[in-house]
């Protein structure tokens, strides 16, 4: 199995020690050459041929190597465009053939000066060339590849070949242990299921705001978690604030509206109705505490309307309360709810005031049996659809 090369740049900081290279070359650039400049580092690498970095693969290069203390050398190589460029401006010409193998000797002069007066400004922020030679890195050379424009528009650039220890690379700041305390404040949105019950069709249909529906399956220190595929349950502290009084509620509320239309045969099926909060928003943190099984305080939770559904179906909005040792609903608003329909009598009444003209209101006329259904025909459940 062939071995994978070791990233040495993996914990150095380009970003400040990039922009402490660029802004002396750029300074020394102008200095020399009396020209604005900007300069921007394109890329790093420890290549052999620094030709391979792909920017630079088809542009030819003016290099000097500069002798250092060190025994590797430090190189410094000018692109074409850069060497056409300023030597235009210096010598008042415009070569557009330019090419390296025309340089005379003044101009080849010009050139290797520059080069060692941009590798005397650079010691200044290079290590010197007695820095450590201890690490593993000690042979490579880094080569740093950089693109400068001018206020004309011209692109050219400028590489160096720079031997590892003489950089000053800053290392990235890591921790040894990432913590999520650098965001418990942050937070995200869940549902938590308060409790459910069963009720039938008929007061299902019947539901109406102000009344209160107590889910028998509801525990007042625990409630459940839901966010996406993933339920778990958590401790709560009860809130006694939503507390009502059990004989003030038998005297003042009713669960649900008492039952006068004539029974059908699927009125008493029992569904299950389900009680949420529905995107609560509750910090990292308290999510933390619930994972690790503390005891949570929702006081503000508490304030949030609360929805009713039956499968995934919203069918009411209401206030969450404590009746005895269950959670209970008051009902604010109920959704999508439909007229109920006329008794049979009612019917009746309506069409012997319209044939004898009464303004008042004949005697009820009692309901005709419901005709009997054969085996292969359908019950009509388009009454309780919402």
Partial sequence: MPKTAENIFKDINFQNFGKEMTETLSSAIEQYWEKENTVYL?????????RKEKIVSGIDFFSSKIKSDSDIPFTIRLSKDFVRS??????????????????????????????????????????????????KYSEKVINLIFCTTFAEGDISHL???????RLKFENIKKNDVFSDEYFKNSSANVNIHVGSTKITLEELQELSPDDIIVFED?????????????????????????????????????????????????????????AEFEKVKMTIGELKQISQGQIIDLGSV???????????KKVAKGELIIINDRYAVKLNEVLSKETPKQKPHQEAQKVQQAQTGQSKPAAPVPPKPAPKKTEDEEFDYSDFEK
């Fill in 86 to 135: 300023y030597l235009n401006e210096v010598l008042m010409s415009e070569n557009s053939d330019f090419a390296f193998s025309s340089l005379t000797p003044l101009e080849i002069k010009i050139l290797n000066n520059f080069n060692e007066y941009l590798y005397k400004k650079l010691k200044e922020i290079l290590n010197s060339s007695n820095a450590s030679k201890s690490s």
């Fill in 42 to 50: 394109q890329a790093v690498n420890d290549f052999k041929d620094f």
């Fill in 302 to 312: 508490f304030d949030n309307e609360i929805s009713l559904f039956v499968e995934d």
């Fill in 159 to 165: 590489a160096l070949s720079v031997p590892y220890n």
């Fill in 218 to 274: 509801s525990n007042l220190t625990q409630m459940t978690l839901i966010s996406g595929g993933f339920r778990q349950n958590f401790k709560i502290k009860i809130n006694s604030s939503l507390i009502i009084e059990s004989d003030d509620y038998n005297e003042n509320e009713e669960t649900v509206n008492e039952v006068t239309m004539e029974k059908n045969l699927w009125d008493d099926i029992q569904i299950e109705i389900n």
